[in-house]
Protein backbone atom coordinates (compact mmCIF):
# COMPACT_ATOMS: atom_id res chain seq x y z
CA UNK A 1 0.00 0.00 0.00
CA UNK A 2 1.19 3.79 -0.83
CA UNK A 3 1.73 5.36 2.75
CA UNK A 4 2.64 9.14 3.28
CA UNK A 5 4.89 8.91 6.59
CA UNK A 6 5.01 12.57 8.07
CA UNK A 7 7.28 14.42 10.68
CA UNK A 8 10.28 11.68 10.53
CA UNK A 9 13.97 12.13 10.89
CA UNK A 10 17.11 9.97 9.84
CA UNK A 11 16.55 7.54 12.61
CA UNK A 12 12.87 6.91 11.73
CA UNK A 13 13.30 6.61 8.21
CA UNK A 14 16.15 3.44 8.86
CA UNK A 15 13.98 1.70 11.15
CA UNK A 16 10.85 2.01 9.19
CA UNK A 17 12.88 0.88 5.72
CA UNK A 18 14.55 -1.72 7.53
CA UNK A 19 10.95 -3.13 8.68
CA UNK A 20 9.43 -2.58 5.87
CA UNK A 21 11.86 -4.95 4.18
CA UNK A 22 8.45 -7.74 5.42
CA UNK A 23 5.88 -5.98 3.98
CA UNK A 24 6.60 -3.97 0.81
CA UNK A 25 4.71 -1.29 1.45
CA UNK A 26 5.11 1.84 -1.04
CA UNK A 27 6.63 4.54 1.72
CA UNK A 28 6.89 8.39 0.71
CA UNK A 29 8.88 9.67 3.81
CA UNK A 30 8.03 13.46 4.10
CA UNK A 31 10.08 15.31 6.81
CA UNK A 32 7.22 18.38 7.17
CA UNK A 33 4.99 17.32 10.38
CA UNK A 34 1.22 16.83 9.61
CA UNK A 35 -1.04 19.67 10.25
CA UNK A 36 -4.18 21.34 8.55
CA UNK A 37 -1.73 23.35 5.95
CA UNK A 38 0.19 19.93 4.94
CA UNK A 39 -2.32 17.16 4.96
CA UNK A 40 -3.29 17.74 1.30
CA UNK A 41 0.58 16.86 1.04
CA UNK A 42 -1.55 12.90 1.39
CA UNK A 43 -3.49 13.60 -1.82
CA UNK A 44 -3.00 10.03 -3.56
CA UNK A 45 -2.49 8.48 -0.68
CA UNK A 46 -5.64 5.71 1.15
CA UNK A 47 -3.25 5.95 4.13
CA UNK A 48 -1.17 8.27 6.11
CA UNK A 49 1.60 7.57 9.29
CA UNK A 50 2.11 10.25 11.54
CA UNK A 51 3.37 11.42 15.16
CA UNK A 52 2.93 12.91 18.87
CA UNK A 53 3.62 16.59 17.37
CA UNK A 54 1.60 16.44 14.50
CA UNK A 55 -2.02 18.23 14.57
CA UNK A 56 -4.77 15.78 13.86
CA UNK A 57 -7.48 18.26 14.52
CA UNK A 58 -10.99 18.25 12.64
CA UNK A 59 -9.27 20.64 10.37
CA UNK A 60 -6.34 18.34 8.99
CA UNK A 61 -8.69 15.26 9.30
CA UNK A 62 -10.91 17.52 7.43
CA UNK A 63 -8.50 17.89 4.44
CA UNK A 64 -7.17 14.25 4.50
CA UNK A 65 -10.51 13.00 4.27
CA UNK A 66 -11.36 15.82 1.27
CA UNK A 67 -8.28 14.31 -0.37
CA UNK A 68 -8.98 10.37 0.14
CA UNK A 69 -7.34 9.72 3.26
CA UNK A 70 -8.97 6.70 5.04
CA UNK A 71 -6.58 5.09 7.96
CA UNK A 72 -3.88 7.01 10.41
CA UNK A 73 -1.21 5.04 11.91
CA UNK A 74 0.16 6.76 14.71
CA UNK A 75 3.76 5.92 15.47
CA UNK A 76 2.95 6.59 19.54
CA UNK A 77 1.00 5.16 21.97
CA UNK A 78 -0.03 8.49 23.33
CA UNK A 79 -3.11 10.00 20.98
CA UNK A 80 -3.99 12.70 22.66
CA UNK A 81 -3.33 14.82 19.47
CA UNK A 82 -5.80 13.57 17.45
CA UNK A 83 -9.74 14.21 17.58
CA UNK A 84 -11.11 10.85 17.22
CA UNK A 85 -14.71 12.00 17.35
CA UNK A 86 -13.99 14.23 14.17
CA UNK A 87 -12.08 11.53 13.10
CA UNK A 88 -15.06 8.78 13.43
CA UNK A 89 -17.05 11.20 12.09
CA UNK A 90 -15.05 11.18 8.70
CA UNK A 91 -14.96 7.68 8.54
CA UNK A 92 -10.99 7.67 9.17
CA UNK A 93 -9.91 4.66 11.35
CA UNK A 94 -7.07 5.20 13.64
CA UNK A 95 -4.71 2.81 14.86
CA UNK A 96 -1.77 3.35 17.69
CA UNK A 97 1.53 1.17 18.86
CA UNK A 98 -0.13 0.61 22.36
CA UNK A 99 3.41 -0.53 23.20
CA UNK A 100 6.81 -0.69 22.04
CA UNK A 101 9.68 -0.69 24.96
CA UNK A 102 8.20 0.38 28.36
CA UNK A 103 11.54 0.14 29.29
CA UNK A 104 12.91 2.70 27.37
CA UNK A 105 10.99 4.74 29.03
CA UNK A 106 11.26 3.94 32.34
CA UNK A 107 15.03 3.87 31.95
CA UNK A 108 14.89 7.37 30.53
CA UNK A 109 13.33 8.48 33.51
CA UNK A 110 15.64 6.76 35.80
CA UNK A 111 18.43 8.54 34.10
CA UNK A 112 17.15 11.82 34.89
CA UNK A 113 16.73 10.83 38.11
CA UNK A 114 20.37 10.16 38.72
CA UNK A 115 21.32 12.82 36.84
CA UNK A 116 19.58 15.38 38.82
CA UNK A 117 20.30 13.92 41.78
CA UNK A 118 24.22 13.44 41.70
CA UNK A 119 24.28 16.60 39.31
CA UNK A 120 26.32 14.79 36.62
CA UNK A 121 25.27 17.69 34.27
CA UNK A 122 27.05 19.98 36.06
CA UNK A 123 30.08 17.71 36.87
CA UNK A 124 30.67 16.75 33.01
CA UNK A 125 30.83 20.45 31.83
CA UNK A 126 32.80 21.31 35.06
CA UNK A 127 35.56 18.65 35.03
CA UNK A 128 36.01 19.60 30.70
CA UNK A 129 36.80 23.06 32.14
CA UNK A 130 39.47 21.35 34.23
CA UNK A 131 37.55 22.39 37.35
CA UNK A 132 37.53 19.69 39.68
CA UNK A 133 36.21 21.41 42.70
CA UNK A 134 32.87 19.14 44.24
CA UNK A 135 31.42 22.06 45.85
CA UNK A 136 27.45 22.00 44.55
CA UNK A 137 27.80 18.75 43.72
CA UNK A 138 26.12 17.35 46.69
CA UNK A 139 23.68 14.34 46.04
CA UNK A 140 21.06 12.08 47.98
CA UNK A 141 20.72 8.40 48.60
CA UNK A 142 18.10 6.75 46.43
CA UNK A 143 18.18 4.11 49.00
CA UNK A 144 15.14 4.28 51.68
CA UNK A 145 13.22 7.25 49.53
CA UNK A 146 10.17 7.27 48.40
CA UNK A 147 8.84 7.36 45.04
CA UNK A 148 5.83 8.23 43.98
CA UNK A 149 4.90 6.78 40.73
CA UNK A 150 1.12 8.23 38.80
CA UNK A 151 -0.15 5.39 36.88
CA UNK A 152 1.19 1.90 36.82
CA UNK A 153 0.62 0.78 33.54
CA UNK A 154 3.65 -0.43 31.51
CA UNK A 155 5.72 2.34 31.84
CA UNK A 156 4.85 2.92 35.54
CA UNK A 157 5.17 -0.41 36.19
CA UNK A 158 9.01 -1.15 34.95
CA UNK A 159 9.76 1.70 36.74
CA UNK A 160 8.16 1.16 39.98
CA UNK A 161 10.10 -2.81 39.40
CA UNK A 162 13.84 -0.09 38.88
CA UNK A 163 13.19 1.94 41.77
CA UNK A 164 12.31 -1.13 43.98
CA UNK A 165 15.91 -2.03 43.13
CA UNK A 166 17.32 1.16 44.32
CA UNK A 167 15.75 0.09 47.73
CA UNK A 168 13.26 2.70 47.30
CA UNK A 169 9.77 2.59 48.87
CA UNK A 170 6.96 3.18 46.06
CA UNK A 171 3.75 5.04 46.79
CA UNK A 172 1.67 4.49 43.40
CA UNK A 173 -1.84 5.94 42.25
CA UNK A 174 -3.65 4.32 39.64
CA UNK A 175 -7.14 4.76 38.57
CA UNK A 176 -6.87 1.18 38.12
CA UNK A 177 -4.82 -0.35 41.15
CA UNK A 178 -3.24 -3.65 40.10
CA UNK A 179 -3.25 -5.07 43.83
CA UNK A 180 -1.26 -8.33 42.66
CA UNK A 181 1.07 -6.22 40.69
CA UNK A 182 1.64 -3.94 44.31
CA UNK A 183 1.89 -7.52 46.04
CA UNK A 184 4.64 -8.97 44.06
CA UNK A 185 6.69 -6.01 43.82
CA UNK A 186 6.37 -4.75 47.60
CA UNK A 187 4.62 -1.40 46.40
CA UNK A 188 1.45 0.68 48.32
CA UNK A 189 -1.42 1.98 46.39
CA UNK A 190 -2.35 5.24 48.06
CA UNK A 191 -4.40 8.38 47.15
CA UNK A 192 -3.20 11.19 44.75
CA UNK A 193 -3.10 13.49 47.71
CA UNK A 194 -1.18 11.36 49.74
CA UNK A 195 1.29 9.93 47.15
CA UNK A 196 2.31 14.30 46.39
CA UNK A 197 2.38 14.58 50.54
CA UNK A 198 4.87 11.26 50.81
CA UNK A 199 7.28 11.48 48.18
CA UNK A 200 10.73 11.92 47.97
CA UNK A 201 10.25 11.81 43.96
CA UNK A 202 6.84 12.33 42.01
CA UNK A 203 7.29 10.56 38.42
CA UNK A 204 4.27 11.04 35.62
CA UNK A 205 3.08 7.82 33.75
CA UNK A 206 -0.49 8.52 32.84
CA UNK A 207 -2.41 9.90 30.03
CA UNK A 208 -2.86 13.37 28.83
CA UNK A 209 -6.57 13.60 29.41
CA UNK A 210 -9.29 15.70 30.67
CA UNK A 211 -8.97 14.38 34.16
CA UNK A 212 -4.79 14.37 33.94
CA UNK A 213 -4.30 17.81 32.66
CA UNK A 214 -2.87 19.64 35.00
CA UNK A 215 -2.39 17.05 38.11
CA UNK A 216 0.27 19.23 38.69
CA UNK A 217 -0.19 22.14 39.48
CA UNK A 218 -0.37 25.31 42.19
CA UNK A 219 -2.54 22.91 44.83
CA UNK A 220 -0.96 20.49 44.32
CA UNK A 221 2.53 21.53 44.41
CA UNK A 222 1.17 22.97 48.14
CA UNK A 223 0.79 19.39 49.10
CA UNK A 224 4.04 17.98 48.59
CA UNK A 225 7.32 17.79 50.36
CA UNK A 226 9.65 20.55 50.52
CA UNK A 227 12.43 20.04 47.56
CA UNK A 228 10.68 17.13 45.96
CA UNK A 229 12.14 15.98 42.67
CA UNK A 230 9.19 15.86 39.69
CA UNK A 231 10.08 13.84 36.60
CA UNK A 232 7.74 13.94 33.69
CA UNK A 233 8.20 11.48 30.99
CA UNK A 234 4.16 11.45 30.41
CA UNK A 235 3.12 14.39 28.28
CA UNK A 236 3.89 18.12 28.86
CA UNK A 237 0.55 18.93 29.75
CA UNK A 238 0.32 16.95 32.69
CA UNK A 239 2.11 19.74 34.17
CA UNK A 240 1.03 23.45 34.91
CA UNK A 241 4.04 25.26 33.91
CA UNK A 242 3.63 28.12 35.69
CA UNK A 243 3.23 26.64 38.71
CA UNK A 244 6.32 24.88 38.31
CA UNK A 245 8.55 28.12 37.60
CA UNK A 246 7.12 29.31 40.66
CA UNK A 247 7.81 26.34 42.73
CA UNK A 248 11.16 26.33 41.37
CA UNK A 249 12.15 30.15 41.96
CA UNK A 250 11.01 29.47 45.65
CA UNK A 251 12.60 26.18 46.01
CA UNK A 252 9.56 23.93 46.77
CA UNK A 253 10.41 22.09 44.12
CA UNK A 254 13.79 21.01 44.12
CA UNK A 255 14.27 19.32 40.95
CA UNK A 256 12.75 18.90 38.13
CA UNK A 257 13.23 16.26 35.21
CA UNK A 258 10.89 17.17 31.78
CA UNK A 259 11.13 14.80 28.89
CA UNK A 260 8.36 16.52 27.44
CA UNK A 261 7.06 19.91 27.41
CA UNK A 262 3.49 21.96 27.39
CA UNK A 263 4.28 23.49 24.53
CA UNK A 264 6.63 21.48 22.79
CA UNK A 265 4.94 21.69 19.26
CA UNK A 266 7.16 23.09 17.04
CA UNK A 267 10.31 23.18 19.50
CA UNK A 268 11.01 19.71 20.52
CA UNK A 269 12.38 17.75 17.67
CA UNK A 270 13.75 20.86 16.05
CA UNK A 271 17.08 22.56 15.91
CA UNK A 272 16.16 25.73 16.62
CA UNK A 273 20.16 27.01 17.90
CA UNK A 274 20.29 30.01 15.26
CA UNK A 275 16.66 30.61 15.81
CA UNK A 276 16.41 31.09 19.39
CA UNK A 277 13.93 30.50 21.30
CA UNK A 278 10.37 32.68 21.30
CA UNK A 279 8.59 30.37 24.50
CA UNK A 280 9.40 32.20 28.11
CA UNK A 281 8.35 29.86 29.82
CA UNK A 282 11.00 27.33 28.33
CA UNK A 283 13.41 29.81 27.84
CA UNK A 284 12.48 30.84 32.17
CA UNK A 285 12.89 26.77 32.65
CA UNK A 286 16.31 26.27 30.77
CA UNK A 287 17.97 28.78 33.44
CA UNK A 288 17.93 26.37 36.53
CA UNK A 289 20.85 24.67 37.46
CA UNK A 290 18.21 21.90 38.87
CA UNK A 291 15.99 21.29 35.87
CA UNK A 292 17.08 19.05 33.11
CA UNK A 293 15.16 19.09 30.01
CA UNK A 294 15.42 16.57 27.25
CA UNK A 295 13.42 17.00 23.59
CA UNK A 296 10.94 14.14 23.68
CA UNK A 297 13.88 11.35 23.71
CA UNK A 298 12.48 8.76 26.29
CA UNK A 299 10.84 6.18 23.38
CA UNK A 300 15.08 6.67 21.96
CA UNK A 301 16.21 3.85 21.93
CA UNK A 302 17.13 0.93 18.95
CA UNK A 303 14.39 -1.32 20.37
CA UNK A 304 11.84 0.76 20.77
CA UNK A 305 12.25 2.17 17.12
CA UNK A 306 12.36 -1.23 15.77
CA UNK A 307 9.23 -2.30 17.46
CA UNK A 308 7.55 1.29 16.62
CA UNK A 309 8.16 0.37 12.94
CA UNK A 310 7.13 -3.50 13.27
CA UNK A 311 3.79 -2.36 14.61
CA UNK A 312 2.81 0.64 12.58
CA UNK A 313 3.63 -1.34 9.13
CA UNK A 314 1.81 -4.81 10.74
CA UNK A 315 -0.91 -2.09 11.40
CA UNK A 316 -1.18 -0.81 7.80
CA UNK A 317 -1.09 -4.21 6.70
CA UNK A 318 -4.20 -5.20 8.21
CA UNK A 319 -5.58 -2.16 7.08
CA UNK A 320 -4.72 -2.98 3.62
CA UNK A 321 -5.69 -6.11 3.65
CA UNK A 322 -8.97 -5.29 5.32
CA UNK A 323 -9.00 -7.11 8.73
CA UNK A 324 -9.88 -6.27 12.12
CA UNK A 325 -7.36 -3.05 13.37
CA UNK A 326 -5.33 -5.07 16.48
CA UNK A 327 -4.40 -1.47 17.39
CA UNK A 328 -7.13 0.84 16.75
CA UNK A 329 -8.24 3.78 18.67
CA UNK A 330 -11.81 5.36 18.50
CA UNK A 331 -14.23 7.38 20.86
CA UNK A 332 -15.28 5.38 24.20
P1 LIG B 1 -0.56 2.63 29.87
O1 LIG B 1 -1.84 2.84 29.15
O2 LIG B 1 0.02 1.26 29.88
O3 LIG B 1 -0.71 3.11 31.39
C1 LIG B 1 -1.37 4.28 31.77
C2 LIG B 1 -1.89 4.07 33.18
O4 LIG B 1 -2.48 5.30 33.61
C3 LIG B 1 -2.97 2.98 33.29
O5 LIG B 1 -2.65 2.07 34.33
C4 LIG B 1 -4.24 3.76 33.61
O6 LIG B 1 -5.15 3.04 34.44
C5 LIG B 1 -3.67 4.97 34.32
N1 LIG B 1 -4.56 6.13 34.29
C6 LIG B 1 -5.28 6.61 33.25
N2 LIG B 1 -5.96 7.71 33.64
C7 LIG B 1 -5.65 7.94 34.93
C8 LIG B 1 -6.01 8.91 35.88
N3 LIG B 1 -6.87 9.88 35.57
N4 LIG B 1 -5.50 8.84 37.12
C9 LIG B 1 -4.65 7.82 37.47
N5 LIG B 1 -4.26 6.86 36.61
C10 LIG B 1 -4.75 6.92 35.36
O7 LIG B 1 0.45 3.68 29.25
P2 LIG B 1 2.05 3.61 29.26
O8 LIG B 1 2.52 2.82 28.09
O9 LIG B 1 2.51 3.25 30.62
O10 LIG B 1 2.39 5.13 28.95
C11 LIG B 1 2.06 6.17 29.85
C12 LIG B 1 2.18 7.50 29.15
O11 LIG B 1 3.56 7.75 28.83
C13 LIG B 1 1.49 7.52 27.76
O12 LIG B 1 0.13 7.87 27.87
C14 LIG B 1 2.27 8.57 27.01
O13 LIG B 1 1.62 9.83 27.15
C15 LIG B 1 3.62 8.62 27.72
N6 LIG B 1 4.73 8.18 26.86
C16 LIG B 1 5.79 9.00 26.71
C17 LIG B 1 6.87 8.64 25.92
C18 LIG B 1 8.08 9.52 25.76
O14 LIG B 1 8.89 9.29 24.84
N7 LIG B 1 8.28 10.50 26.62
C19 LIG B 1 6.84 7.41 25.25
C20 LIG B 1 5.74 6.57 25.44
C21 LIG B 1 4.68 6.97 26.24
Do not use: W
Not at 16 to 35: I, K
Not at 66 to 81: C, E, M
Not at 177 to 182: G, R, S
Amino acid sequence: MKVVVFDTHRYDRLAMTTANVDFGHELHFLEVRLNASTASLATGYQAVCSFVNDHIDRSTLEVLSQVGVKFIALRSAGFNHVDLKAARELGISIARVPEYSPHAVAEHAIAMILMLNRKLHRAYNRVRELNFSLDGLVGFDLFNKTVGIVGTGRIGRVMAQIMRGFGCKILAYDIEPDQQFAKMVGIEYVSLNKLFAGSDIVSLHVPLKPDTKHIINDSSIETMKKGVMVINTGRGGLIDTKSLVSALKRGKIGYAGLDVYEEEEGIFFEDLSELGLQDDALARLLTFPNVLITSHQAFLTHEALSNIAKTTLANLEEFAKGRRLTNEVSVQ
